[in-house]
């Protein structure tokens, strides 16, 4: 019964779960609907268990973030010591990537991009974007994330910016920098990963309209049916993600 009743309330973007289920999560300002993302999670619910569902499980990160066992193929500049590098990674530039190599890598359900977009100006983002149409199948999805600069901006203004940063980039600004520098951090971050642009969900949706390459391009929420954490938001106090599928 409690299947048939979660296949029910899944499209309205509800689980449903016995009490004792859903442990308590701290609320985070700014932040609505974090529960509801929080227990789709615990569930199995959500974009991820989708694809799985429908046998679609060949899945692309550009970035190495995240767990090593995740299901993910993953794709980055670094180099590794011989023999050092994990077995789902492969070099790959994805920004001056040929169509070549792309062809070698294959094509995927899914490429996810979190909290990387950010570390490419506008224009180069454009490129990846386009590089990332290559190496989906079609109807294949991408999701990608990055902070959120009108929650940033809100924070800012609402004097709660250190609650939200909790403490990222102080070797660059110290402990005693005004709120100021706190919110320079989310918009030009540290030196070794500098932000080369900031995003809203309008700034994203017009980035994929303008390569002509995506569709059904979608704010995901954290109340969406197919929103979790940390599949789709890996950041949910300051995440903009964009869903979207190749033509």
Same mark, same amino acid.
């Given at each position: 019964m409690k299947s048939l009743l979660n296949k029910l309330i899944q499209s309205l973007g509800y689980v449903l779960l016995h009490k004792q289920e859903l442990k308590s999560t701290t609320p985070i300002k700014g932040i609505t609907n974090f529960d509801h993302a929080n227990a789709r999670s615990k569930a199995g619910i959500g974009l991820d268990a989708e694809l799985r569902a429908q046998g679609k499980t060949n899945w692309l990160e550009v970035g190495t973030g995240g767990r090593d066992d995740d299901g993910f193929i993953k794709i980055d500049i670094l180099d590794f010591p011989?023999? $050092?590098?994990?077995? /789902? @990674?492969?070099?790959?530039?994805?920004?001056?990537?040929? &169509?070549?190599?792309?062809?070698?890598?294959?094509?995927? &359900?899914?490429?996810?991009? $979190? +909290? *990387?977009?950010?570390?490419?100006?506008?224009?180069? #983002?454009? %490129?990846?974007?386009?590089?990332?149409?290559?190496?989906l199948k079609t109807?294949? @999805?991408?999701?990608?994330?990055?902070? &959120? =600069?009108? =929650? *940033?901006?809100? +924070? @800012?203004?609402n004097g709660s910016i250190r609650e939200l940063n909790n403490g990222w980039g102080k070797e660059r600004i110290g402990e005693d920098a005004p709120d100021s520098f706190v919110f320079s951090i989310f918009t030009h971050s540290v030196l070794s990963e500098p932000h080369m642009w900031c995003y809203n969900a309008e700034g994203l949706v017009h980035q994929? /309209?303008?390569? #002509?390459? @995506? %569709? &059904?391009?979608?704010?995901?929420?954290?109340? +969406?049916?197919?929103?979790?954490?940390?599949?789709? +938001?890996?950041r949910p106090a300051e995440d903009v993600v964009i869903l979207a599928r190749k033509k």
């Open positions: 011989e023999g $050092q590098a994990p077995e /789902n @990674y492969r070099k790959l530039d994805i920004i001056n990537a040929s &169509d070549e190599d792309i062809a070698k890598l294959g094509t995927f &359900d899914l490429i996810r991009l $979190q +909290h *990387v977009f950010e570390h490419f100006t506008p224009e180069v #983002g454009l %490129k990846v974007l386009v590089n990332c149409s290559k190496l109807d294949g @999805y991408i999701i990608l994330s990055t902070p &959120d =600069i009108d =929650i *940033v901006i809100d +924070h @800012y203004k994929f /309209n303008k390569t #002509g390459l @995506y %569709k &059904d391009i979608t704010v995901l929420s954290m109340m +969406h049916p197919l929103a979790s954490i940390p599949f789709t +938001h890996n």
